[in-house]
Each structure stands twice: as structure tokens, then as C-alpha cells.
């Protein structure tokens, strides 16, 4: 119990480094925990690493790397891993195997990689052209999460070949996995409910009969109480759960708390309407991560301002003239602007077009449900916040121009196809901030799907824009149509999986749905019966993401039904509620509100985008039938995002009392630098990931139940980034919510 408080607390302190911990533990025992990955180089390298100057690869199952001459410290080689999880207090053991060309004499280091750099053990080994088994030991004298093992072999005169195998560092007490503490087993919304909406709470339990329940106000009166509803078994967290339902109170407050039991929630709200300062941060966000201007304090706060990213002034080398990358073309693009992806400062097209739709059809709902708050000039705290355009659109513009930059000139082999992605050669270090990015940047080869995607976006712009400013509406039409019509001519240009070096693939080798995806926001725009036979997708429980855009056909079917033949809109409502029904039901099965149950039980990368969409494809419903049942889905599907979840977490940064803080951004690290700030208020974490795709996780969250595979570290990109199209998501529903809170 001891130990899992004292994990605890360092999974909850707001910077992972926490040397300041509690005291050695009285009995310190040395566990065969291993605390490396991939120490035996069965087949792949990750996630060691090499110095620059000391180029490794994975060979007959070792780790060998080629140590240049000339140098002279031993860290100015080095192979090495990091985030190795170290326990105060506790003693570690290290064994590797190693060789080299000639006899040789290298350091083993186990210590943090920044100051204070507490070492917990520095050995010299000699090592010959024999494979040799060393073993060392130590203590740490601190707890921390982003320890890093060397292996330094600087300082020769000449150069040699040093082979690894079989490392291995075991020790502390804490099983891999294992000592995180979720706190209080009454697990509410932590920022608010409506009023008028649902009010439940996921209260775990192991007992099999209703629990009694008080409500109390913010002086500790009772309000209310009742006895809980056992729910049951939850599959994505493991947890019993029952349910706590106190929708019937009406009164406005601050500082609510559940008490189940002997346990207490986290406070939170009772208002008339909590979502609206969610919506304007949640869109407030894209103004943050806006790329090619310089971002000021009168609109972000002094906090959030900083210098213009990308705009070719040193020592960043781009965005105004940037090359292809070698081999792929011969001429460069100037694509400054847009919105950076995500913790990453690369923009892909796939990804943006879809962000910049859903801001687009968040303001094509307000239109057409009269939200006139959803319309405002205003909403938004961002220069065009006075120019009588919907700040929400001004918004997406500043995207949708860039997207327009990435289309291939007249003239060029493949005119009006659309560059898949602009990122850095290689990837930058944490932090980065984007005007320091030294990095050369490159145009990636065109793709279909990205064709598509600006074909899809761009008639949308056009049809949104018409009433704003004709001139520009002209520009997305005639871009989109063009990329349509070279979609057409070259239908099967994929981008490669494998191209995820400095940034990401955002691979997709199945254009059918681009196809009808676009085509449905061309025909909507034009009228043009061309596009009508290319309507050939719909919604399915699936479900949407920037790989499977099919569904939004649907979507924009039933948001537009006076642009579409009859039987294509009935048809369309149909598939729509019929998967909205689906995605209630499972939420209604569910311990927590998640309108996401995956068949195979897993839980993907950005989690909380798939929650944030299905919510999107309720409230559509809600849209067109104005079933209540729908409303109080979305908003709990809110509650879900806002902590009633298995992890007692908020994914939105700002809101309730434990919020993800740490999300992996090379602008706001505060975690590794604390002058910097975190993450914006309204900024979406990606969420539990069960295929633990980083180190961070496969070290921390072995064996975790899918919907807790998360953790508020900054180095757990697989779990917690930030990025556009997640957080278009959750303005989405934060817009709609909002409106719906009137
Ligand atoms: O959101 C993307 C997710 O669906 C993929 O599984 C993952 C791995 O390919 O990539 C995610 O997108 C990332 C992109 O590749 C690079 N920028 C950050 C994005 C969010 O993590």
C-alpha cells in the first residue's frame, strides 16, 4: 500500500520528476523487474539510439556501431536508451555482453539525462574482441520516469566496432505496470453538468447490491440522495461499476461532490450551460497552433505568444520555398500557414482537410439549427475576431489556405494533385519551439487521398464561403474541381506506410471513400450530376478518422437534405440513426460513458478522437429528430472526455481537477522545461491506447486494461499528444452541446 502511494504520487505530480519524494523505503528489495526494452536485438533497434556521430544497426541479433576517432569525452559517443523508470532508494543491477574490434575501455551510465543528471551508477569495462558479460550495480537515489542507460565510448584516438547483446537492468519494486492509484472510486464530470441534462456518476464498487449515495452542496449540506444502480462488470476497464444518477437536481452551484460509500469525487459544477467556455477554448486551440504568424499575447495570453513558426527566417528553412523531396519533383511551393499537426510541427493534408471540415460543418450546423452564439464574430479571441465573417470559419480559412498551397502547379507532370505532407527531415528534439526549428523541410510526393481530401474540403470552403467573400469561394471551387479531376486521372497514388521519418505517414491505400467523400461535397456545392453516381458510401459503425472519410457523405447529406435527391437524404438519415442508436446503446452498456465499444475490445491511437466523432454522429441524430435520448448521449459522452471515465481523468486540459497537463507538444513542455507553460485550456488528449505504441507506455502500462492504457507524460505520444483533428472533434461537440444547453 506504501509503494502504490508513493507511485501515485509520482504519476500524479505535475512534473515526473519528483527527487524530491518520499524517503527510502525501509527495506529496499531488489526485484527482477526488468527496467530495459528490447535488450537482446532480436530484430528491430527501437528504442536504443545512437549518437549522430556513431551510426548503429541491429546485426546477428546484437546492437553494433561503428565509434569514429578523434573524439574526446566518452559521451560523445554513445548508445543509449531513456525513459527508464528508477524507484528512490532502490538498488539495480546491470549485465550486458559486449565486444568490440580491439581492446577497448567503455562507460556504463545509468543517470538522469538533464540537470541535476543524479547518476545511480558510472562503471568502466573493459572490453576485448571476446564477447564479455559485465555486471554492475547501484542505487538510485531518486524517482524518476526518464532515467536513460549509456553506453559511452568516446575519447579513442581511433576508430572501432563495439557490439552489444543481452543487456538487462533489473531492480525496484514496483512490477511494470504496476502502483498507479486512479483515486476516488466516484468518478464524475469534474467541470460540470447542465442543468438541464443528465447527471450521473461511475461509481466502482466490488459489491453486487445498490450503494446509497449523497450528493452535497459546496458547504457540505445534502441535496439529495439515492441508492446506485449496479451496472456491472465494465470489459474496457476490468472495474464493477455502478451508477449514481442525480439528473433530477436543478440547482445551479460550484463545488458539488458525490459521496458514495466512504469515498468522494472529485467537485464539480451544476450551470445552466457549462459548454460554452469548452467550445471557445476547444476552438480557441487552433489559433495556438497556427503556423507562418507570429502568435500574439492580446489573443493567446502572454503565456501562449511567440514568434512566427516556418517563415523562412533563421534559422528555420521553410515554409515559403519548399522543395520537394530529392527525386520526387523539381520545382518548390510556398506553404506557409496552416495548423501544425499535433506535437509535431509537420502538416499533412489528410489530417488538416479534415479538421478544417469539421470547423466547416460546425458552422454549417449552427447555420442550420439557428445557433446564432456557434455564428459569432467574436466567438473567438483571434485577429479576424471584427470582420463580420463567423470566427469559426475565419478559423478554418486559415487552414483551407494552406491546403490550397499544397496543389501541384499548371504545368508540372502531375498538375492538381495535391502533396500528401510538409514535415522536417528528421524529427526535432522536446521542446521545440517552431521558430527555432532548424531542420530542412520537404514537400512529399502527391497522394490521392489528399487530392481528394482538398477536392472534398475546398467545395465545402466554396459553398461557406460564398456569402463571405465570392472571390475566395471561386478559388476553393475551381481548386477543388481540379483536384477532383486529377484524382480521376491518377486514382491510385498512395503514400507509403514507411514514410515516417520527421513526421508521419498518414498512410491510406483504400481511396474509395476520399472518392465519395468528395464527390458528396462537390455535388452539395455544384449540382453538378457528375459527382452524383460517385455517392456510393455511408455510415456504418465504424465510425470516421482521417483514414475513413466515407461516412462523412452521410454526414453532409443529412446536414445539407435540400442539396440531394430524396432517396439519397432518406437513406442517409436512416444509416445515420440506425448507428447512432448503436453507439447509445453502447454507451448505455458501458461502466463509463464511452459511445465507443469496439468489437476486438482494443482501444486505438487517439481514442478520444473516436469518442468526440461518435458523439458527433448523436448529436446528428438529435439534429434530425430532436429524440432527447440523443442530447443526453452527447453530454455524457462529455462526461466521459471530462473525467467520468475509468482513469478519473479529464482529457481536456483546464477542465476539473485532475487534467491531462503534460500532452507531448515541442511548444508547450512545461513537464521537461518548467519556464515553459503546458498545453492551452480545451486542448484534447489523445487517450488510452492499448497497443502501448511508445516506450513510455510499454514501460509503464504493461498489462493495463484497455480503456486505462494512458499516461499524462510527455514522452507518451501514443497516448497523449494533441492534434488538430481530435480537437476539431471536441469543438464540435463542445459547439453543439453548447447550443443545445440554451
Ligand atoms: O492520429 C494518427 C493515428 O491514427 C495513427 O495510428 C498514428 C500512427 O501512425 O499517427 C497518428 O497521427 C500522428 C501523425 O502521424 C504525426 N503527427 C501526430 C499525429 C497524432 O499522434
Redesign the pocket.
Known sequence: MFRKTRWGAVFLAPVLTVATLAATPAHAVEAAYERVLNGTFDSVKTPWWSSGSTPSTVDLGRLCADVPGGTVNPWDSMIGQNDIPLEAGQPYTLRFTASATRDVSIHAVLQLPAAPFTTTLNKTAAVTTTPKTFQFTGTSATADLHAQLSFQQGGAAEPFTLCLDDVSLTGGAIPPGGGRDFGSPVRTNQYGYAVHGPKRASVVDSSAEPMRWRLLDASGAVVKTGRTHVQGTDAASGDQVHIADFSSVRTPGTGYTLVAGDATSYPFAIADNPYTALRKDALGYFYDVRSGTPIEAQYAGDAYARPAGHVGVAPNKGDTDVPCLPGTCDYSLDVRGGWY????Q?K?VV?GALAAWQLMDSYERSRAEGDTAGLRDGLLSIPENHNGVPDVLDESRWETEFLLSMQVPAGEPLAGMVHHKVHDLAWTALPTRPDKDSQPRYLHAPSTAATLNLAAAGAQCARVWARYDAAFARTCLTAAETAWKAALAHPDVYAPGSD?VG?????DTDVSDEFSWAATELYATTHDRAYLSRIDTGLTPAGF???DTGALADLTVVRLPGRFPARLVAAARERVLAVADGFVRDERTQGYPNPSLPADGAY???SN?VTANNAMVIATAYDLTRRSAYRSAVLESLDYLLGRNALNQSFVTGYGTRFSHNQ?NRIWAHQIDPKLPGPPPGSLA?GPDSAL?DPVAQQNLVGCAPATCYIDDIYS??TN?I?I??NSALAWVASFAADSAR
Open positions: 499537426d499535433a506535437g509535431d509537420g499533412y489530417n515516417s513526421g508521419g505517414a498518414y498512410a478518422s482521417w483514414r486505438a491511437w487517439g478522437s507531448h489523445g505504441q505520444y501514443s499528444e492534434a483533428n481530435w
